[in-house]
């Protein structure tokens, strides 16, 4: 079994200037340590002065944004305010919405432009996946700053947009002068609590490359169910073909009917056909119709069905009308709504959800002797070498423990014996809780001691253990909660 290599990432931060670059402070991380951290996000004293931040996400490729921005007479602070003394350099950044919702992630800063209030910015080519995780209505907040040499950047205003957003407000042509850009579409700059105005920004381009099927796709035509409903004409165009056949048209093909024992009509001079003769008031008064037509449908369109009579479907509860298997097959497309993915670990983190972990070893006698060498649970004599339990519990409970913020973890075991009774759910060690690891790695050592009194043995069942864990989770949630309104409560009160 290959030992897990802890992964790090070094960042180093530096002054660019005529001269050459400035190193201005550098820290490693590693990134087990940054994904355990609330939001992933971790921050470290840099050699040389300073704190950096870093924040892991899980990449995924979604296209690319071309876009490119012009700013309309923006005003600014410095000279008299509107850059009648010195002209401003602008620039641009764009930040998204965090997985929790809680803070804005910058994702994208564009160059400054010199000495002027009509900026121009340069074309961006910005990842989807990192813009906005592939979400076209993702917010984002796009805010325009002064440029500072000191690193005090003025704002100058922004506005909340999104991807789509930005793609519907794309109003100017490459045939276009540049200066000619309609200002019908243009963002509105805003700033400060009464959203003062300080200008305008067009939208030049805004282009989705690789991303033309799931923008179609976000944005259904609204005309399109409409186009497909005449499938639901198709059933009716079919029906009718059991209709003919148990209609009474069937019985009178039949002219070889033969009313049963008709008794002779003595009063009946003139006959006008032998088919006719039945007809009399004394033999057809008592049941024309059901004699000659309400028995056929049953006898004759009964044997039709090839596969037998049809089941009975009794109809829903809600009280909803059946839809023909045409018209479902049809329009099954337009109202399937796919579940949403489960989450992932990762989710689980940037959720803030908090964890603990919990460990069991299985000490069932199909593992082997623990006395010999090649078995599972074989102990070396030198006590330096682990066996597979032992490198299985640091190569991932090292890292799962990353997540755990008490760093004490419960410690069971199934399918051990004591005292003549087998067990499939009991603690390892002396104590419910171990410290770290290394409280793991100990505690599972002690099992095999004279003093533990267990003994290995069959059949393997962890159900138990599941059960205990669930039970101690719930407690623990339960405690969670309790401790969290006693600490509330106690500030409040102070």
Known sequence: MNSVIPLFLSFAVYDKTDKGDKPMGSAMFNIANVLAAKGN?????????????????????????????????????????????????????????????SNWDLVHRSAPVKNTLDPVFSEAVIDLGTLCRGKLDLPLFIRIFAHDKKGKHEDMGGFETSVNGLVAAKNFSSTQDINQADLASAFTLRIG??????????????????????????????????????????????????????????????????????????????????????????????????AYYAPQPTTTYSPQPPAGPPSYTPPPSDGAPFVPPGVAAANAHQHYTPPPPPPT????????????????IDFSASNGDPRQMGNLHYASSWGDDKNEYERALHDVGSVLAKHDTEQRHPFWGFSGKFQGQIRQSFQCGPNAEVQGIDGIQSAYRSMFTSRSGMSMSEPTTITDVIKTAAHYAKKKSVSSCIDGCIQFLSQFLH
């Not at 870093?54 to 700013?71: A, F, H, M, N, S």
């Not at 009946?268 to 119709?289: E, K, L, V």
């Open 41 to 101: 996000t971790k921050g470290k004293h840099a050699k040389g002065g300073g704190t950096i931040f870093v924040k892991i996400q899980k990449y995924e490729e979604k296209g690319t944004l071309r876009l490119q921005l012009k700013g309309i007479e923006l005003k600014s602070t410095e000279g008299l305010g509107l850059g009648i003394l010195t002209r401003p350099n602008p620039f641009f950044e764009i930040h998204k919405r965090s997985i929790s919702g």
């Open 193 to 290: 609590k009464n959203k003062k105005e300080m200008g305008q920004v067009v939208v030049l381009r805004a282009d989705l490359i690789g991303m033309e099927t799931v923008a179609r796709s976000q944005d259904p035509a609204p005309s399109e169910p409409p186009k497909q409903d005449p499938a639901p004409s198709e059933p009716p165009k079919q029906d009718p073909a059991p209709t003919i056949a148990a209609a009474p048209i069937v019985p009178e093909v039949a002219v070889a009917y033969t009313p049963p024992a008709p008794a002779p009509a003595p009063h009946s001079p003139q006959p006008p056909t032998a088919y006719y003769a039945p007809q009399p008031t004394a033999a057809y008064s008592p049941q024309p119709t059901a």
């Open 345 to 360: 670990f990762e989710a689980y983190i940037e959720g803030g959800c908090l964890f603990n972990l919990a460990v069991a």
